[in-house]
Nanobody, 125 residues
Framework: QGQLVESGGGSVQAGGSLRLSCVVS????????VGWFRQAPGKEREGIAA????????FYRDSLRGRFTISQDGAKNTVYLQMNTLTPEDTAMYYC??????????????????WGQGTQVTVSS
């Protein structure tokens, strides 16, 4: 099982920004597709974005495109999620995942199999 460690979560006021980091310790998992997901209390886990690290191809949840940006640093086996103009509706536990793929352009958590423990993001109004 791959080892993924998220960091960068915290509390921020509405309108603020955060950058989350996901270190993927096993290269075989980093070298394919890594995604970011979130789960708010009482809601299903949803996909945010994914990146195929070899090609740099990215995919986004339509509603978050433009406000959230996924990127990578191959030298550090790290995938980032830059989140801007945050609102209280963005409050959730944020997870990264690897050993997966994007199907039909959709970043779906059912298609990812190695997960980190998550990092909490809380946005206050």
């Amino acid at each position: 099982q791959g080892q993924l460690v998220e960091s960068g979560g915290g509390s921020v006021q509405a309108g603020g920004s955060l950058r989350l980091s996901c270190v993927v310790s096993e290269s075989k998992y980093y070298g394919n597709c890594v995604g970011w997901f979130r789960q708010a209390p009482g809601k299903e886990r949803e996909g945010i974005a994914a990146i195929y690290t070899g090609s740099g191809t990215t995919f986004y949840r339509d509603s978050l495109r433009g406000r959230f940006t996924i990127s990578q640093d191959g030298a550090k086996n790290t995938v980032y999620l830059q989140m801007n103009t945050l609102t209280p509706e963005d409050t959730a536990m944020y997870y990264c995942a690897a050993d997966g793929r994007v199907v039909a352009g959709s970043v779906n958590p059912v298609n990812f199999h190695s997960w980190g423990q998550g990092t909490q993001v809380t946005v206050s109004s």
